[in-house]
């Protein structure tokens, strides 16, 4: 009932810079968080950056000061610009989103199909 479109994923070279874009759609009242996650492959999936509804941001140690996360223009959407690539962000990145739904009313995590990610060395 609720779904995330992710986009902008790819492959670039370490140093580069890539935008990663999601949008939410379908039976939202409200999202109170919504960010990103990543799974490299043969480690588990970690938090890199989160936004909550009123703008307060958390990011991993990892990329801190190279990777923001923004609140869209459009409603629902969150963009995360992703500066000085290393080749050791590369992994699938998944966006989720904490979402109050309208009918019924209740709060529950949901998670897009996931981007890759590539950055070569």
């Known amino acids: 009932q609720v779904q995330l479109a992710e986009s902008g994923g790819g492959l670039v070279q370490a140093g580069g810079s890539l935008r990663l874009s999601c949008a939410a759609s379908g039976n939202i009242f409200s999202i109170e968080v919504m960010g990103w996650y990543r799974q490299a492959i043969g480690k588990q999936r970690e938090l890199v950056a989160l936004i909550s509804s009123d703008g307060i941001t958390n990011y991993a140690d990892s990329v801190k000061g190279r990777f923001t996360i923004s609140r869209g223009n459009a409603k629902n959407t969150v963009s995360m610009q992703m500066t000085s690539l290393k080749p050791e962000d590369t992994a699938v990145y998944y966006c989720?989103?904490?979402?109050?739904?309208?009918?019924?009313?209740?709060?529950?995590?949901?998670w897009g199909q996931g981007t890759q990610v590539t950055v070569s060395s």
């Open positions: 989720k989103a904490v979402v109050r739904t309208v009918v019924p009313s209740r709060l529950g995590n949901y």
